[in-house]
């Protein structure tokens, strides 16, 4: 059967689309409320939106990769290693709400220094600050949502979100703008309903895991020393990889701020309506790294070309149809967020322009997202790691290159599109040529 795994990869798939697509939504939907509380708020969620991502896409890479472990103990049917995988995960949670608490406050301040008009810059550091402090909840939540997606069950992972999603789209709403009697907080608010709206679905998730038995078994509760360094040499290179991905982004949204405010409102509403491809491919990449993952633990490495192939199709047909949209109704789109202020018709003529930027790389973007999530699912996470190291380390210096001697909105895209178009093309090469056989994520 030509297309044997693509129903496999749709059961898993749609519900962790969902679940990716919810948060999508939040970030939509403190973006237009922001707008309608001031355009520097939207310019300056941009960046320090970014930037909390950046921060917590390090601890959410490493804690979550506990995930990866879950699926090869589940596909190998080892009840035990499914427990103990999910404890290295949660261990890892912990001490990551511990440090990214200790450095909030000092980190923020930083948004100070990157030459943003001062409004924007006290916005970006009181949204930082703020969901930053916060971070114990959306990693210990990606933790248990991996635990629960390796052992086949993203349905409840949907169920979660979006109980998640309707807790920050109500506080938003009510604590940036003083609707309902709350107070009338402005960017903070959209801060503080992120932090509520975590805490509530971290909350499900324990309650979950403890009917489960996974609080109260001691045998899987126990730390052991030996694997959790095993499991770090693995899960710190994923968890450096999305962090280094998110730095490059962040710095590419700092670099435009130099350009002007509404360059940097355009590009961070760009980003934002880029987000509804993205999650949702995410979500079939995420899917995709559990058969893998399933595959590998009964020892199918066979089966693995085949997934990965397949997966990107579906992938590639879903950013087709957004690319589609995406360039033939810009205006539209950027309009939803650009608010009615002075400055609403130049962010829409801005963003409509970055929106055909959009179209074309989020083509690209689908091998980026399926095969790096396989590769990383299959136990690449050091190789990843290295090569996007360097990839990104040569896109930020061509970026300088351009904001010190010919700084243009134009040309600072096209970068960025390039920069897409090659990671993808080496994600698809390490995939065919197989490297990733050699790795073994359990123990036999």
């Not at 997966?311 to 149809?321: D, I, P, Q, R, T």
């Not at 949209?325 to 829409?348: C, K, M, Q």
Request: hydrophobic content about 60%; charged content about 10%; aromatic content about 12%.
């Amino acid at each position: 059967m030509i297309f044997k795994h693509v129903p496999a990869l749709l059961k898993l798939a749609i519900p962790m689309i969902l679940s990716t697509s919810a948060i999508a939504m939040m970030q939509i939907i403190d973006a237009i409320v922001l707008s309608r509380y001031s355009s520097d708020a939207v310019a300056a969620i941009g960046p320090s939106g970014l930037a909390v991502i950046l921060f917590q896409g390090f601890l959410f890479g490493t804690a979550g990769y506990a995930g990866t472990f879950v699926a090869h103990s589940h596909g190998r049917g080892d009840t035990h290693g499914v427990g103990t995988s999910a404890w290295l995960g949660i261990y890892t949670a912990l001490a990551s709400g511990v440090l990214a608490l200790a450095v909030a406050w000092p980190v923020a301040q930083l948004f100070l220094l990157a030459g943003h008009e001062p409004q924007v810059a006290a916005y970006e550091c009181i949204y930082f600050w703020i969901c930053m402090a916060g971070s114990i909840f959306p990693v210990l939540g990606g933790a248990l949502a991996g635990w629960l997606s390796g052992i086949g069950r993203p349905v409840i992972v949907t169920g979660v979100t979006f109980v998640s999603f309707a807790v920050n789209a109500v506080l938003a709403w009510g604590l940036v703008l003083g609707e309902w009697g709350l107070p009338c907080m402005g960017i903070a608010g959209a801060a503080s309903a992120t932090v509520a709206a975590q805490a509530v679905a971290v909350i499900l998730y324990v309650i979950m895991f403890a009917q489960a038995g996974g609080l109260t078994d001691p045998v899987v509760r126990r730390f052991d020393w030996v694997e959790f360094c095993r499991f770090l040499l693995l899960a710190v290179p994923m968890g450096v990889r999305i962090s280094v991905e998110l730095a490059a982004w962040t710095l590419f949204l700092i670099v435009i701020g130099r350009l002007g405010t509404v360059e940097l409102a355009a590009s961070s509403i760009a980003f934002r309506i880029n987000g509804t491809v993205f999650f949702p491919a995410l979500g079939l990449g995420q899917a995709a790294g559990v058969l893998v993952g399933h595959a590998r633990g009964a020892g199918r490495d066979e089966d693995i070309p085949a997934i990965g192939w397949q997966s990107l199709m579906v992938c590639e047909v879903w950013m087709l149809a957004m690319a589609l949209i995406f360039a033939l109704t810009p205006a539209p789109l950027v309009s939803i967020f650009a608010g009615d202020g002075p400055e609403s018709t130049r962010i829409i003529e801005t963003g409509s322009l970055l929106m055909k930027f959009v179209a074309f790389y989020c083509i690209f973007d689908a091998a980026n997202i399926v095969i790096g999530s396989i590769l990383a699912s299959a136990g690449d996470t050091l190789w990843i790691a290295r090569t996007f190291f360097v990839c990104s380390g040569i896109f930020l210096g061509l970026l300088w290159l351009i904001d010190q001697n010919m700084p243009s909105l134009v040309a600072e895209w096209s970068l960025a599109t390039f920069f897409v178009f090659a990671t993808a093309v080496i994600w698809s090469l390490r995939f065919q040529a197989g490297g990733w056989r050699k790795n073994e994520v359990i123990r036999a």
